[in-house]
């Protein structure tokens, strides 16, 4: 069994638990959090199982990686922390561990990442003899191996578009969506995900993969935004009121252009309320949807619908990013120490998890 750590219990870290405990290779070893609160409190409550699963969470992270855990989830959020963050990572990677997280967007793609990203990670893999591994949802999975799996279905392509269409309003992330985002905000607030080059930041690493997966040269890449206001105040479960006259839709792309023309493009179509944007996308069922669309012949259209915790499809799209990162694991535990991305890291069928029995 491998011994694994999950570093946080936010959104993803409660999904990470229920993976690790789920996964039939791993066992879970130690959960570290930020929260006093949480101190002393047992895993399988902060992850909202039904059942304890004999680990007390603890914010001593000395201890914990003192212990040389084989394996870290890192959990924690990247968005508005990524110094502390990748602090925290090079840590764990140089405590000897395999870590998987989704929050260090620039280093979703190894070659293009910036080397003063890149190489402290390769320096703690060669101190320590770790690896990392950075993946998600969106960027993740949904713009790196599902396109170019169903890429290959193909006879020409024209363009292909990976569409991720949401309705926020299920959200439990209030400073992001709010503050990093934009929404409820004044039409004048300008929010730093939506700033420019920040998108590029985050999913331009998906098109560089994608590129060199399929033997293209990139001549640069582009961005648009359009925003539109609320025509009435909403008032949301998990974040309260928004206002009527601020944000309340939000659509983006980041294109990668090859040969003068678009042909890689991730859009985002996302909602505080269904009423904002009509006209703009919408999910084929549901709060929210990824979608590949393959411009060509034949055109291919593929959509993901995944929900957890309640028919909750913003907690769906949390839990698929961390069955990849977790399913990843002791694939990187048998590979050599390392820097690794999706074009890397093979997605696999999940053996050993059909109709199994947990205690």
């Not at 994608?210 to 998990?238: K, Q």
């Amino acid at each position: 069994m491998i011994s694994t750590v999950v570093w946080g219990t936010g959104n993803v870290g409660r999904a990470a638990i229920r993976a690790v405990d789920a996964h039939p290779a791993l066992e879970l070893s130690a959960v570290v959090v930020h929260d006093p609160a949480k101190v002393g409190r047992d895993a399988g409550e902060l992850a909202g199982l039904d059942r304890g699963l004999g680990v007390a969470a603890t914010d001593d992270v000395e201890a914990v990686l003192a212990a040389r855990p084989r394996a870290v989830v890192y959990a924690a959020s990247g968005d508005i922390r990524p110094d502390e963050a990748m602090a925290d990572v090079i840590r764990a990677i140089g405590a000897g561990a395999v870590v998987v997280t989704p929050s260090l967007y620039a280093l979703y793609d190894k070659v293009g990442a910036p080397p003063e990203l890149r190489d402290p990670v390769l320096a703690a893999v060669a101190a320590g003899g770790g690896s990392l591994f950075v993946s998600g949802v969106d960027p993740g999975w949904a713009n790196d191996v599902l396109p170019l799996l169903v890429s290959g279905l193909g006879t020409t392509m024209d363009v292909i578009r990976c569409q991720e269409i949401f309705d926020y309003s299920t959200y439990d992330q209030e400073t992001s969506v709010r503050d990093l985002i934009g929404m409820g905000h004044p039409m004048a607030y300008e929010p730093l995900m939506l700033a420019e080059s920040v998108p590029t930041m985050v999913w331009g690493g998906q098109i560089r993969l994608m590129c060199r997966a399929l033997g293209v040269e990139l001549d640069e890449i582009r961005e648009t935004v359009e925003r539109r206001p609320l025509d009435a105040a909403v008032t949301t479960r998990t974040m309260g009121r928004f206002e009527a006259g601020t944000q309340g839709a939000v659509r983006f792309e980041v294109q990668g252009v090859v040969a003068g023309e678009p042909r890689i493009v991730i859009e985002h179509v996302t909602r505080i309320h269904p009423s904002c944007a009509p006209d703009w996308p919408t999910p084929p069922d549901g709060d929210g949807a990824h979608r590949v669309l393959i411009e060509g012949r034949p055109r291919i259209a593929v959509t993901v619908e995944a929900s957890d915790e309640g028919e909750n499809r913003s907690a769906g799209g949390n839990a698929t990013a961390v069955g990849r990162l977790v399913g990843a694991i002791d694939w990187l535990a048998a590979a050599e120490p390392g820097l690794y991305d999706a074009l890397d890291v093979p997605l696999r069928p999940a053996v050993g998890s059909l109709g199994r029995k947990l205690p």
